[in-house]
Every structure is written in C-alpha cells, then in structure tokens.
C-alpha cells in the first residue's frame, strides 16, 4: 500500500520560515519524481515545486528564490523548505510522486495534504 504522509505545515508570520516534509513508502522511491502542489480555497491545485531522481529542480515563478526542494533518498523523503513567506502562500500543501520528468509529470499518488498559514 502505498502512502504519502506530509508534515510541518503549521501557522507563520509574514516573512516567516516553515519546512515541510514529505515520508513515502510502499514505492521505489528512488525511482519517482516527487512534487509539492498547493491549493487555496475556491482555487485550483497548482505546482508549486518538483524535483527527479536525478536531482532536477522545477519551481512554479511565485515561489522562486523562496522555496527550495530537496529529497534524502536514504530516508524516502522530499523537503519544501518555505522562507520568506507570504499570505498568498496560504493553501493546503499536497505532496505527489509520478514517474515524469520535470516537464510531462503527472502525480501517480497523492498525500492528504497539510495546512499552511501565513498571516499578515
């Protein structure tokens, strides 16, 4: 069976500082591209970082310079560190892993999402 348990969402300030944290198992982890989405409410999911097991990085152009993905395949983990946060950052953050590249990726299983909130 396979899941995708994240962590670390929580209530910040303005300008502050979370990481999230991602822990699978039940697939090759090693194997798959891993993905951070986020959602607000009345809106869309959208991506917010990707990386592949190569180590490519894909960032979505409103968290660029901010937020930082990392992976520790010893510990079939994916990071989002988040810095410099603002209230439009709000949104339930979903962690996905898929077998596309950077470009074509389509998440396979999904995690159940954690809460973030930035206040101003």
């Known amino acids: 069976q396979v899941q995708l348990v994240e962590s670390g969402g929580g209530l910040v300030q303005t300008g502050g500082s979370l990481r999230l944290s991602c822990k699978a198992s039940?697939?090759?982890?090693?194997?798959?591209?891993m993905g951070w989405y986020h959602q607000a409410p009345g809106k869309q999911r959208e991506l917010v970082a990707l990386?592949?097991?190569?180590?490519?990085?894909r960032y979505a152009d409103s968290v660029k310079g901010r937020f930082t993905i990392s992976r520790d395949n010893a510990k079939n983990t994916v990071y989002l560190q988040m810095n410099s946060l603002k209230p439009e950052d709000t949104a339930v953050y979903y962690c996905?892993?898929?077998?596309?590249?950077?470009?074509?990726?389509?998440?396979?299983?999904w995690g159940q999402g954690t809460q973030v909130t930035v206040s101003s």
């Open positions: 996905a892993a898929g077998l596309g590249d950077l470009w074509q990726f389509h998440g396979n299983y």
């Open positions: 990386i592949t097991r190569f180590q490519g990085t």
């Open positions: 039940g697939i090759i982890f090693s194997a798959h591209t």
